[in-house]
């Protein structure tokens, strides 16, 4: 983020793109923005975002026979990258850390 704020302050228009993992982190670059006030990145490209990793309904649910990354892999995953492997967790639920849980409008 900082490097997001630093771009935007000297003037730049930024576009913050993102696969997977980096997909929820570009969301979250744009959530951080909008609550902190500071100028929101041109345009977002996000390609298969991962934004609800403990994965524990919808399609993550009915697609895990094909899917890359099955349930029980994006709980390790995601674990390791908040610290945390419980999903009862908060940050669980974080919507920085786990978009889908986030306030999405303006």
Known sequence: FA??????????????????AGGALSLAVALRAR????VMPLRLVLI???VHPA????????CEATD?????????????????KDVRDPIWRDPLAAPLFANHRG
């Open 48 to 50: 298969s975002p991962w």
């Open 3 to 20: 490097a997001y704020t630093a771009l935007v302050q000297s003037g730049q228009q930024v576009i913050v793109a993102g696969d997977s």
């Open 35 to 38: 609550d902190e006030g500071i």
């Open 68 to 84: 890359m990354l099955g349930i029980p892999q994006s709980r390790h995953w995601f674990g390791l990258y908040t610290g945390s």
């Open 55 to 62: 994965a524990d309904d919808g399609s993550a649910v009915t």
